[in-house]
Nanobody, 114 residues
């Protein structure tokens, strides 16, 4: 299983970005998947997840601003990020859990400027 994240970049506060995560070796549609982030000096934290029952959960800090989705045909996971804030600056990682094993993408850097 390999995950390839992309879409990060520099954006002004209030702007939007869409992150993508392409999978090979498995399919997003059958597994619990999610996005995590790690800011400088902080621990990695969950941002949004699609659980095995297909329900979506979000961290309180991003509720109403971020949307997680997946395209089964393209086998790609997305994170639409709107109304970005300075505190959203972090490396974002996509995650997939298959057979109780977690797989991670390489991370994509999101920098929000004032």
């Amino acid at each position: 299983v390999q995950l390839q994240a992309s879409g990060g970049g520099l954006v002004q506060a209030g702007g939007s970005l869409r992150l993508s995560c392409a999978a090979s070796g498995t399919t997003f549609g059958l597994n619990a998947v999610g996005w995590y982030r790690q800011a400088p000096g902080k621990q990695r934290e969950v941002v949004a997840r699609i659980n095995s029952d297909r329900s979506a959960t979000y961290a309180d800090a991003v509720k109403g601003r971020f949307t997680i989705s997946r395209d089964i045909v393209k086998n790609t996971l997305y994170l639409q990020m709107n109304s970005l804030k300075l505190e959203d600056t972090a490396i974002y990682y996509c995650n997939l859990v298959k057979n109780r094993k977690a797989y991670w993408g390489q991370g994509t850097l999101v920098t929000v400027s004032s």
